[in-house]
Nanobody, 123 residues
Framework: QVQLVESGGGLVQPGGSLRLSCAASGSIISLYSMGWYRQAPGKQRELVAR???????NFATSVKDRFTISRDNAKKTVDLQMNSLKPEDTAVYYCNADVLSRNYYSDIRDVYWGQGTQVTVSS
């Protein structure tokens, strides 16, 4: 009953910016750590950025000076602001969240994934 839906992907030129947004919905009690991962063709999925419920963040070294992650606990959303985009940032970006939810008659702590949104950086 927990779903994560990403939006904001698209085509952008090198040096440009995009903002990705992820909205969580369902029988959510609490949202803990939330983050963004990405997977380029022929490569494994990798962590891009993560933010805890307390606001602590960490980033992949390749994006730490260019990307910013933020969250809105009231709206149950997490955003990824991507600046100075490079062709190597091209990938499918996935939202991820550690969630405590009410599943029928019991509370469940589990990790959920969004469907992914394509980001293409090209001239």
């Amino acid at each position: 009953q927990v779903q994560l839906v990403e939006s904001g992907g698209g085509l952008v030129q090198p040096g440009g910016s995009l903002r990705l947004s992820c909205a969580a919905s369902g029988s959510i009690i609490s949202l803990y750590s939330m983050g963004w991962y990405r997977q380029a063709p022929g490569k494994q999925r990798e962590l891009v950025a993560r933010i805890t419920s307390g606001g602590f963040t960490n980033f992949a070294t390749s994006v730490k000076d260019r990307f910013t992650i933020s969250r809105d606990n009231a709206k149950k959303t997490v955003d990824l602001q991507m600046n100075s985009l490079k062709p190597e940032d091209t990938a499918v970006y996935y939202c991820n969240a550690d969630v405590l939810s009410r599943n029928y008659y019991s509370d469940i702590r589990d990790v959920y994934w969004g469907q992914g949104t394509q980001v293409t950086v090209s001239s």
